[in-house]
């Protein structure tokens, strides 16, 4: 199972952005999504950011995520 996960965008350099995952940052590839920029909630699967959220739902899914992972 391939799961795409959301970040925060905090950092955008030279094509890649630096992606704040509740605390752990990563680095994406922008090259799909080049229109994403700071501030944005994005999903990331495999490297590459795929979507920009709308905010209310990208918070909405960090909440989910951050719940399931308390819970394991």
Known sequence: ??????GLITKIQDGEATVD?????????????????LGDIVL??????IQIL???AGEE???LVKATLDVL
């Open 1 to 6: 199972m391939c799961l795409a996960i959301p």
């Open 61 to 63: 899914l960090q909440k």
């Open 21 to 37: 995952y509740g605390g752990v940052s990563k680095h994406a590839d922008l090259s799909l999504m080049e229109k994403a920029a």
């Open 44 to 49: 990331v699967h495999a490297g590459f950011v």
């Open 54 to 56: 709308d905010k209310k």
